[in-house]
């Protein structure tokens, strides 16, 4: 009995043995959560996506199906991103989204809904992607007047134009690039109502797919303009760039891209 408790390692110590398995142990269990850290990850994506459609079924079912619908997994997927994975944020955000899409008749907006507004040369979409492949959408806000259409058919005009960027992006990328051409522009083409309505539809409507905004060459008298509604761009703010039509020419378009007048 004296010599098995001799053999016995003093309190406090622990034998190496033990000390090596517990190590092993460790460095095995971290091992595990490294490997298989992507797969449920996934799997919890895909079981989000589920209960926001069943969410989405249960409480707005007078919504529609299909694309862009309640039960478009890819435009889910799209919000539950915007609302970091939130189910309750995606779902109201969602509901609203699909609900204003319905309301406002978007899916049946065409050339022809929008040919007065397009006539007047304010906004339209470029043919070709910037150097980042984005598609680009561009305003010249000197060519709009408050008024001169109905403000209907102006927001018809935003909303066909921002889905036709939208239409155009390749394969792997989400955002697009907004160029507000502020050459020319005098207080009277000012229209902060129709302004509001174009980053509401951003911020609501198309999470996460203003890549940036350029104002390009904004003259003086345009300071308190920007000082009303820099507040309404809230978290797109930060994507606002003030900057020159020779930037605009040489940092984002090559000679074969640069949009006509740039």
């Known amino acids: 009995m004296a010599q098995c408790l001799g053999r016995l390692p003093a309190m406090g110590h622990r034998p190496k043995e033990i000390s090596v398995l517990s190590e092993k142990r460790t460095r095995s269990l971290k091992l595990g959560i490294r490997s298989c850290h992507v797969q449920p990850e ?14 989405l079924d249960k409480e707005h079912s007078s919504l529609p ?5 309640r039960d478009d997994e890819e435009m889910i997927f799209w919000f539950l991103k915007d609302r970091r994975f939130s189910v309750e944020e995606a779902v109201f955000k969602l509901s609203k989204a699909i609900a204003w899409r319905q309301e406002f008749g978007v899916s049946s907006l065409s050339a022809e809904n929008i040919k007065r507004a397009a006539e007047t040369g304010k906004a339209y979409v470029h043919e070709q992607l910037d150097i980042h492949d984005r598609p680009v959408l561009i305003v ?9 259409v109905e403000v209907r058919e102006d927001e018809e005009l935003c909303t066909f134009l921002i889905e036709k960027a939208l239409s155009k992006l390749p394969s792997g990328k989400d955002e697009i690039l907004v160029l507000i051409d502020l050459r020319g522009f005098k207080l009277e083409n000012a229209d902060i109502k129709f302004t509001s309505f174009v980053f509401d539809a951003f911020h609501y409507y198309y999470p996460r797919r203003l890549g940036e905004v350029l104002f390009v060459d904004a003259p003086f008298i345009f300071k308190p303009v920007w000082q009303l509604i820099k507040p309404l761009l809230r978290s797109y703010a930060s994507l606002a760039k003030f900057c020159t039509a020779t930037d605009v020419k040489e940092k984002y378009f090559t000679t074969q891209t640069t949009p006509p007048g740039f």
Do not use: I
């Open 65 to 69: 199906l299909g694309k862009h619908g």
């Open 140 to 148: 010249t806000v000197a060519k709009h007047f408050p008024g001169e």
């Open 42 to 55: 996934n799997a919890q994506k895909v079981l989000l996506v589920a209960e926001v459609k069943k969410r």
